[in-house]
C-alpha cells in the first residue's frame, strides 16, 4: 500500500517542483489602493518631476556678457582680475563679467580707439590731476573724461552734450559757463574741468559712494535718486539691473579704461607710430572788444596751418571774433612771442582785423568813350553797378519789440504791417504760445521803396547812352559855366574829371552838344497795332524799351491796339531826365563829400551776456563808474538784458 501511495506522489511533486522556477519570474502586483495626496511631513512619498530631454527643451537666450566671460581664458582672467584688485584707489574698481567684456573690447578689438586717446594722455592727464588734487578728489577720477569724450574737447554727442566733460547746456548754465554765439566754455579744457570736479564733488556729498557718483554723472543724479527710492537699495550693484543700458555699462566702462591705460605696456598697446602730443608753455592775448581773426594772427605768427591756433582755442565757435565782444584772451603758444614783438599792438591788431571790418574796394565803373555803342545792359552803363549794389541792399529792417500788457500777435503784426505767421516764425512761437508783458520780439520791418517813376526815368538815363545822355550832359557840364564866374576851362573839365582826361573832354562836349539838337528825320508819334509789342516797337524804331516807356510814362509793358506812342522826347520827358541825371551825379559825389567830412570817434559798445551786470560791465573800463553808464544809456535801473547793446565811452 505505501508502494502504491509513493508511486502516485511522485510525479505529482516532480510537477510541483518544475513549476517554482517559472512562478518565481512573475512580479508579485500589490492590491491597488485609492490614490491620495502624499502628507507634507510624509517622509516615504516624494514626487519625483523627470528633467525635459535636453534635445527637445525650449531653448534660452545666450547673454553675450557671460558668453564672452566663458570664452575667454581662465589664465586671462585672473591676470586681469588680480591686476585691478591691486589698484589702490578711492574709485570703483569690481571685477566682474562686465568689466572682463570691455577689457578685451578696448586691449582686442578696439586698439586703435585706445591708441589715439593714448596720444591725448600727456596733453590732459597733467591738467585733469591739477584741479583734482585742489578738489581733494581721487586721482583716478580723470579716466572718466576717455570714457565721456575720447579726450576730445570739442566732442558733442546726438543730445547736444559737449566737450571733454560732456555737459548739457542746463548743467553748463549752473557751473556758470558761459555759452553764446561766439563762445562756447564747455570746450575749454581748463575751465571744463575745474566745473566738472565741482560737479563731482557735489555728487559726492549726496550719494556718499563713488559708483553712484559715476552713474549719477551719466543719468542725472535725480533720476539715480527716483530709482533708489523706488526699489529701496543704495548701492550701485544692487540697483544695475534697474538702470538704463547706457548707465549700467558706464561702471564697468570706466574699470576697463582704467585698467587698460595703467596697463597699456604690457598689452602692447605703445607704438613708435603713435603721434603723442604734450602741453607746451602758454601766453595770452588779450582783446579787449576789439575785432580779431585768429587765421590772420597765425598767419602773422609764422604758421603755414591757418587752424593751429583755432586747435589751441577749442572753445571759439568761429574763428574770428566782432568789435565790441566782451573781453576775451586768445591762447598762444609762448615760443611766439618773438615774432609777435617784431611790430607793435596797434599794427598787430589792424592787421589781424577779420575781413568783414575791413574797408572793401570800390566797384568797377566803366568809361564812357565817344563813338563807341554802349552795351544794351545796365550793368555796363554808367552807375549800373551802384544801381545793382542798391538792389541787393536789404529790403527789412530789423526791431525789436517789447510786449506790452493785452498784446496778441495779431495786433503786433497788424501794427508792424507783416503776417502773424512770419512774427511766429522770426521767435519761434507756436499757435497756443501766448505773449507775455516785457517779451521781447523781434520784427523785419519792410524799408520803404523809393517812387516807380523816379526809378524808371534812372533807368532810363543810364541805358540810352547814345541819345538820353546827350541831353543829360548839357545839364551837368553848360549849367556851370553859366552860373558861376570862373574860368570856361576847369568849369567843364571838373565834372568830367572821372570819366575822362581834359584833354579829351575837350573833344567830348562840342560833339554832346551837337547831338543834343532833336532829331526830325523819324516818325514823332506810332499807333500801336494788333500783333505789336513793346520790343517790337522799340527795335522797329530804333529805341530801347526803357526810352519807349520813359517817353510814354507806362508802368507796363502790356499793349492795346489803337493806343498811341510817343516817339520823340518831349520837353517834359527832358526835363525829368536831367533832374534825374543832376540827382543821380549829386549822388554819386556824396560819398566823397562824406569822406572829406572829419569823422566823429564811433562810441564803443558793450553787448551784454548772460548774467552780466551794471557793476560788473563798469569794472571792465577804465574810467567807468555805475553812474556814468546809466547816463550814457539813458538807464532809470540797474536791469540788463542780454543781447542789450550799451555804450561804455562816447
Known sequence: MKKLLLRAAVPVLFAASAALPAAAQVQPTLPSAPATPPAADDSLQVNLKLLPDSLVAAPTPLDSVKLAWLRTPPELRDLVGDRISCFETDVPHVFNSHVMAFVRLFTERQRGYTQRVLERENLYFPLFEKYLAKYNLPTDLKYLAVVESALIPTAKSRVGATGLWQFMGPT??????????????????????????KHLRYLYGVFHDWEMVLAAYNWGAGNMQKVVRRTGKKTYWEVHPHLPAETRNYVPTFTAIMYTLKYAHQHQLHSPALRYQYPEPMDTLQLAGRAFDLTRLARACGYSD??????????????????GYRPYAVQLPAAVRPALAVVDRATLFDYCRPLAELPQLLPFRVVALTGVEPFPTRTVADGGLREKAREAQPRFRRVRHTVKRGETVASVAERYAVSPAQLRRWNTLGRANALTPRRQLVVFVPVPATSTASSEVRMAATE?????????????????????????????????????????TARIVPETVAAAQPDDSGPATYVVRRGDFLEKVA?????????????????????????????????????????????????????????????????????VQPGDTLYNISRRYQGLTVEKLRELNNLQSDEVKPGQKLIVKS
Open 172 to 197: 553748463a548754465n549752473d557751473l556758470r559757463l558761459r555759452r553764446d554765439e561766439w563762445v562756447d566754455e564747455r570746450m575749454n579744457p581748463e575751465k571744463a574741468t575745474e566745473a566738472a570736479c
Open 306 to 323: 591757418s587752424m593751429a591756433l583755432a586747435r589751441l582755442n577749442p572753445e571759439l565757435r568761429k574763428l574770428w571774433l566782432p568789435q
Open 464 to 504: 540810352n547812352r547814345k541819345n538820353d545822355v546827350a541831353v543829360a550832359r548839357p545839364a551837368v557840364k553848360i549849367r556851370p559855366v553859366a552860373e558861376t564866374s570862373e574860368p570856361e576851362g576847369p568849369a567843364l573839365a571838373r565834372p568830367a574829371s572821372r570819366l575822362a582826361s581834359p584833354a579829351r
Open 539 to 607: 527795335r522797329t524804331h530804333g529805341l530801347t524799351v526803357s526810352q519807349l516807356m520813359a517817353r510814354n510814362k507806362l508802368t507796363a509793358a502790356t499793349l492795346t491796339p489803337g493806343q498811341k506812342l510817343n516817339l520823340r522826347e518831349t520837353e517834359d520827358t527832358a526835363a525829368e531826365i536831367a533832374t534825374a541825371t543832376r540827382e543821380a551825379a549829386a549822388a554819386a559825389q556824396e560819398p566823397a563829400r562824406r569822406a572829406a567830412r572829419p569823422a566823429l570817434p564811433a562810441p564803443q559798445v558793450h553787448l
